[in-house]
């Protein structure tokens, strides 16, 4: 098991430079050995007319937890890069079950008893080393 790390992209450029930063991410993702990553569109609001505005481009990486050292690098990366293009929506432990990082959109669609979890931990700041490792230095918040 290990690590699942969900980054949306900024519809607000253009296609073809979307398209490019995705691909982008998703090679400097395979190069610092992600065992898999999947892409999915979200709808900002389901009850509005389907069109690509309303669409947001996300993309799953998945690494293993062995792989601990080069999913950091690759969050750092990424952040570094396209830090005002990408917005890192969840970072989720597989192997404890638990979210270490959600974006306030990402926390807002999340069910009652993940919300109060991922708060909980939050308020009282349980988090592991590795945890607070991607926290603090990689994501640059503090809890």
């Known amino acids: 098991m290990g690590y699942e790390i969900e980054i949306s992209y900024n519809v607000k450029m253009p296609n073809h430079h979307l398209t490019n930063i995705i691909t982008k991410t998703k090679e400097i993702a395979d190069t610092n050995g992600c065992q898999n990553h999947f892409q999915f569109t979200q709808s900002k609001n389901q009850n509005q007319i389907q069109n690509r505005k309303n669409e947001i481009p996300t993309v799953v990486f998945c690494f293993e937890s062995e792989r601990f050292t080069e999913m950091t690098t690759f969050l750092k990366e990424v952040i570094a890069k396209y830090k005002k293009k990408t917005r890192v929506e969840s970072v989720y432990d597989i192997d404890a079950r638990s979210i270490i990082y959600a974006s306030p959109t990402y ?37």
């Open 107 to 143: 926390v807002d669609i999340l069910e009652t008893t993940h919300k109060e979890d991922y708060n909980y931990r939050r308020k009282t700041r349980s988090f592991s080393e590795t945890d607070y490792f991607i926290l603090r230095d990689i994501l640059k918040k503090n809890y």
